[in-house]
């Protein structure tokens, strides 16, 4: 059971928007940023989104993040068929003195 | 160009000891925590601890305290991650990351490790 709750799975066709969800408590996202990591098929994570809602040099504005309370969110415009992937969450835990990830959402383009 | 270069795929049996390394290189070894994470097989990552290689000072999620150690050699700019009587529950991926004030922006390239009882 991870500390940060995303939903397993999402789909969408091309061209659409996606969103992802990811929550948490008072002693992680409710007090920390949040931030997005992308993982290709057999690949390392690679981080998309950091501080709730900025992105690294070279990931596309496509990618969006935002925070709100103990939530944050991910969402994917203009899907393309590369963005099928798994997604994860991260957030400092204050009270467990570490980081915590979400349990991860794979991300289906139809 | 930041870098972080993991050992290779290690295939070990049940209560044998063993070690992985991760070395950076490109930037200043010394002033960035590297932390490890888990990935068992299909499942998501796992926060296990972490080492700042200035002075050593490590930390472990509670979850693997006790049952690995993280050690560092700055000298060759080389964090390391071991344990001393294997499991088949170790059987994951393995991956170092550089935390910095984005997270975790790079990431070593992953160490399979397989135990076999």
């Known amino acids: 059971q991870s500390v940060l709750t995303q939903p397993p799975s999402a789909s969408e066709t091309p061209g659409q928007r996606v969103t992802i969800s990811c929550s948490g408590s008072s002693s992680n996202i409710g007090s920390n940023p949040a931030h997005w990591y992308q993982q290709l098929p057999g690949t390392a994570p690679k981080l998309l989104i950091y501080n709730n809602d900025h992105r690294p040099s070279g990931v596309p504005d496509r990618f969006s993040g935002s925070k709100s309370a103990t939530s944050a969110s991910l969402a994917i415009s203009g899907l393309q068929s590369e963005d099928e992937a798994d997604y994860y969450c991260a957030s400092w835990d204050t009270s467990l003195n570490g980081w915590v990830f979400g349990g991860g959402t794979k991300l289906t383009v139809l | 160009e930041v870098q972080l270069v993991q050992s290779g795929a290690e295939v070990n049996k049940a209560g044998e000891s063993l070690r992985i390394s991760c070395k950076g290189s490109g930037y200043s070894f010394s002033t960035y925590w590297i932390a490890w994470v888990r990935q068992m097989p299909g499942k998501g990552l796992e926060w296990m601890g972490t080492i700042y290689p200035g002075d050593s000072d490590s930390r472990y999620s509670p979850s693997f305290q006790g049952r690995v150690t993280i050690s560092v050699d700055k000298s060759i700019s080389t964090a390391y991650l071991q344990w001393s009587s294997l499991k088949a529950s170790d059987t994951a991926i393995y991956f170092c990351?550089?935390?910095?004030?984005?997270?975790?922006?790079?990431w070593g390239q992953g160490s399979l490790v397989t135990v076999s009882s």
């Open positions: 990351a550089r935390e910095d004030s984005k997270s975790y922006s790079y």
